[in-house]
């Protein structure tokens, strides 16, 4: 017989580890040694991660990060954002779809703080395998998704032509400009000729 | 005329009431240098999972002041203690003594100074005034206790209103089959795991004893409450192997 009412589900548990571990892990390989926590010190910040419907929440002390799925009290600061946005952290540096509730402020501060973590994954690297390899994993990294950015620009290109000059299924920005001004102009006439025939209408 | 001593359980036998403590006292003197890793081993690292749930429900936050009580080698200690910042703190508290040196050794080794205080009490006397606390738990302590109603007396004495008592321990398993696989796992191979990893079979004979004369979930929830806590509840874990039993004074 379980006779609690507030218990803390197994997956649940594992998010608020693998992300305590994974931010401690940041903050010790970070340059600054995350020291950009520093000002957050003794705060506690909530995170929701949709689709997760309870949240996390984050305490800063002495520039580490605590996770845990229950508190006593209300948090300083809450941030709701999606669980994808939030991996994706390290790579976009931002949050650009975050709620920010409470602190507001904190809540920002403690993103900033979060999108300043640096690593240098070749430093680390070089620890284990030596520079020159470490250098050359990370050139081929660096190769890798400079490439992938470049497949990517030439695919978005070759699509774009074939649709506004091949199909013309979609118009180029010059002509949404240009229609846009001359609704812009037609607007104006028909005001225009509506005070014309108001001032014929009204006896003089 | 003849005046019979009273006596308290020490695993499956009885001892003398006052024997209780040195006995136990003895147990963990015994096992202290070996009692994280024979931890590991004996639960295969699930220990590690219930004390992580322990911290997880305490709802824990900078600035309120944790009684470790029993707190041995400083486990829940550490997490508390990162918790808790600065503004708060943590008391480790153990009677053994040889516990508390390798609970402090260990947390000072891993960077955890400045709110941690280590005190040598025993639970049926704490030497805290009325309402210090903002939480209280006792893990794996409390079936060493010789009086046990006592020790949640004070409990309840040195945590502050509104505080709240947290209480891991191994407890009665719920699933009838694997309460058998349970049992022959505790007498049979458990002790030899610890003659062969601390060179100690007697102690570990001894706690798959005292886990089996302990009060069961329901038992220990009614303790809390005839000690005086407002509100008491349980939560079972690994099909009752442990129990997280939890009272709040109000």
């Known amino acids: 017989m379980n006779t609690s009412t507030n218990h803390t589900s197994l997956p649940l548990l594992s998010l608020s580890k693998t992300i305590e571990v994974a931010l401690n892990t940041a903050m010790r390989l970070d340059d600054e040694q995350g020291k950009a926590f520093t000002p957050l010190e003794d705060k506690v910040i909530s995170l929701t991660l949709t689709p997760i419907e309870s949240p996390l929440y984050l305490i800063v002390t002495n520039t580490r990060i605590s996770v845990q799925t229950t508190l006593q009290g209300e948090a300083d600061a809450g941030i709701q954002t999606t669980l994808i946005d939030f991996a994706s952290l390290p790579i976009q540096r931002q949050l650009p779809h975050a709620k920010l509730s409470g602190d507001t402020q904190l809540a920002q501060d403690f993103i900033n703080a979060l999108c300043t973590l640096d690593i240098d994954w070749e430093e680390q690297l070089s620890h284990y395998t030596g520079d020159l390899i470490a250098f050359k994993i990370g050139h081929g990294i660096r190769s890798f998704f400079n490439a992938q950015q470049g497949v990517k620009d030439t695919v978005s290109q070759t699509l774009k032509e074939f649709l506004q000059f091949e199909i013309e299924a979609v118009p180029t920005q010059s002509q949404v400009k240009r229609f846009c001004h001359e609704v812009d102009d037609t607007t104006t006439q028909t005001n225009a000729l509506e005070a014309r025939i108001n001032t014929l209408l009204t006896p003089s | ?250």
């Open chain 2, 1 to 250: 005329m003849s005046q019979t001593k009273p006596t308290i359980d020490f695993g499956f036998t009885d001892v003398p009431l006052q024997e209780k403590v040195k006995k136990v006292k003895g147990v963990f003197d015994s096992v202290a240098g070996n009692y994280d890793i024979m931890n590991d081993v004996m639960s295969l690292g699930v220990h590690r999972l219930w004390k992580r749930h322990t911290i997880e429900l305490s709802g824990i936050r900078p600035g309120k002041v944790v009684l470790d009580l029993a707190g041995g080698t400083g486990d829940l200690t550490k997490e508390f203690a990162k918790r808790v910042g600065k503004e708060g703190k943590v008391v480790l508290a153990d009677i053994n003594e040889s516990m508390v040196r390798v609970g402090r050794d260990r947390l000072i080794n891993a960077g955890i100074t400045g709110n941690v205080e280590y005190t040598i009490t025993n639970a049926e006397a704490l030497a805290f005034p009325d309402n210090t606390f903002d939480l209280a738990t006792i893990a794996f302590g409390l079936r060493n206790v010789t009086n046990k109603d006592k020790a949640l007396e004070e409990l309840y004495r040195v945590l502050k209103p509104g505080g709240q008592l947290m209480i891991l321990e191994f407890s009665k398993v719920t699933q009838p089959l694997f309460a058998k696989f349970y049992d022959f796992y505790s007498f049979n191979i458990l002790p030899k795991m610890g003659k062969m990893i601390a060179n100690d079979e007697a102690s570990y004979q001894y706690l798959a004893e005292s886990i089996r004369m302990h009060p069961d979930q329901e038992t220990l929830k009614q303790m809390m409450l005839t000690a005086g806590f407002d509100k008491a509840e349980y939560l079972n874990m690994s099909e009752g192997i442990v129990a997280l039993h939890r009272g709040w004074k109000y």
